[in-house]
């Protein structure tokens, strides 16, 4: 009755340690997932930072090329006389207005990428408090898992000194 006793006890100390080793991989693995997100996380929030201040360049050269637009228009019309120059600002216009249209198309593509990768961002940082969470759940059953190891073998020990009185 002993040995099957002190046999289920072992038994149930190495279910113990396997479960607390796997618990630990787990709980490893996830923290590694968590750096790699969020690593990822921090590289699209440099990206936004850097979308971000090309929209502000774009933006102010924008700005720029509307007043130059509006620059040229009042030169073309205060130079009627001289058909020449007139012209020459013509040409100068319509690519001022091409300058202000490719602006205006990257401007909007700028903001494009940047409303995407916001929403990557955010999934990202669901991702990244989601596996916290899990992590945090993980490393709390393996306390317990090492709670009741410890008290098992605290529990063997016990059974082995009154044993050994015996």
Sequence with gaps: MSGSHLQGIKQKLESLREVADASQAEAEELKAKVKTLEQENLAKEQEIKSLTHKNQLLEAEAEKLGTDVKQARSALEESGQQITQ??????????????????????????????????????????VQALESSRDQWEEKYEEMAKKYHAVKKELEDFQLEIGNM
């Design 86 to 127: 007139s012209e020459s600002l013509q040409r100068r216009l319509q690519l001022l207005e091409e300058e202000a249209e490719e602006s205006d198309r990257n401007l909007r593509e700028t903001n494009e990428k940047l409303r995407q990768t916001d929403v990557k961002a955010g999934h990202f940082e669901r991702k």
